[in-house]
């Protein structure tokens, strides 16, 4: 063995002793995740069938990675299959042995699985949960070592099952063409993991009986969580398949909360549109894009011949909506809306413009729309003297 480590006070030399410690947590983890490779393999096998073969793995403290032979996606049914054996030895707590034995009788175990040209020494480290390597080597041809893993490995492991705890397979994929890989958790990310998409699961199945805003607010947010929590690759597919069929609902209620929106909307435009004034300034309630454009359309259309301009605030995102219209009187005076809008709009952090007749504008700072107003009505009155 060669350890490879760097000096942080005083000297090493050659002779010395030294003490190598290990950090057992840590040390732990890497073990429950290498044998729930090896489980994982054994279960690929009884899946997918004879054909598939190790490419590469990776076992990390925190994840585990492992590339294998097979020439096309495995569907959430197989990859929920393969969890459910590797859990079923999990839970069982099935006995991890490791023994090395001559490279001829190893070979001779029923079910023995190796890494496709992999150069093995003599004596071989046999690694086998579900019997000890003793039983094995007892009676090599017994069919009932098919069902256990069995493999070739001078690693680490743990002395059973159980303390990898859980099982998730969260992605796999495509690696290179007839090569997948599979990244899957064991241990507390695991459990977190399976727990993440219980209650997320819950929640969506109760989302359905919201109504207005509550499940609009609902919807944006599942959307959101099914992309970021980490969960097993089978039910993120099916959390992703439920908020899609909630999306329907709330496509629904978010046009029941558009229309009631604009209703709103209109009703306190008609309510500005009832005064005498050339100029109207004014602020509105509860308006989008969409809605204040009608509401400005709706303004003109009984304040024929003057000018409109009609400010929003927008609670969600803190921002600004600004539309104008000038008709052709003021706009013979010098009145532009695009111009109008502009200087509306700096007062408000933000900018626009548009055509002569018509023009909207954004802005950043909603408590600035009293200035902005105040700022609007002056530009507006100096330009029609």
Sequence with gaps: MLHIGRVVSGELRCDEQVTATLHNENRLEIEANHTATHLLNHALRAVLGEDVQQKGSLVDHDRLRFDFSHTHAMSDEEIELVQQLVNKSINADSIVDAKEVSLDKAKEINGVRAVFGEQYPDPVRVVSI????????????????????????????????????????????????????????????????????????????????????????????????????TLSQPERHAAK???????????????????????????????????????????????????????LDAVRSKRRGGAVMLFTAHQEDGKVTIVAGVDKPLIAKGLKAGDWVREAAKVCGGGGGGRADTAQAGGKDPEKIPEAMIAARKFAEEATV
């Design 241 to 295: 398949r439920a908020v899609d069929s909630l999306s329907e609902h709330a496509k629904g209620e978010r046009k029941k909360a558009a229309s009631s929106r604009k209703d709103i909307v209109l009703e306190q435009a008609k309510q500005i549109a009832e005064g005498n004034e050339e100029i109207v300034v004014a602020s509105i309630d509860g308006g989008d894009k969409e809605t204040m454009l009608s509401a």
């Design 130 to 229: 579900g019997a000890t390597v003793d039983e094995l080597l007892e009676n090599p041809s017994n069919e009932a070592w098919y069902d256990c893993s069995v493999e070739f490995c001078g690693g680490t492991h743990v002395e059973s099952c159980s303390p990898a705890r859980q099982f998730v397979v969260v992605q796999e994929h495509s690696l290179a063409s007839g090569v997948r890989r599979i990244l899957a958790l064991t241990g507390v990310p695991a459990e977190a993991a399976y727990e993440a998409a219980a209650s997320l699961l819950e929640r969506i199945s109760n989302a359905s009986s919201l109504g207005g805003e509550e499940l609009l607010h609902e919807f944006n947010e599942l959307s959101q969580l099914v992309d970021e929590l």
